[in-house]
């Protein structure tokens, strides 16, 4: 599973993959930048591939 997490209330999203089937096993951040805006969509009906983009340059919201 993918899910989007910022931290508090900055709107600077990370993306994290969990394993469902291992849910021990930590989240992976799939994008570890600091302080980045992206954003993630499911690609057609299938949930199977998503598409993963960052903006490359520090949110104008974020903090820190």
Known sequence: ???AQDDDGDECRHVFRVD???PQT???DLTPLPKVVVHYGLLDD???PALITGAGRTCSTCTG
């Open 1 to 3: 599973m993918v899910y």
């Open 20 to 22: 469902l089937d291992d």
């Open 26 to 28: 930590p989240a992976v």
């Open 46 to 48: 299938d949930p199977a």
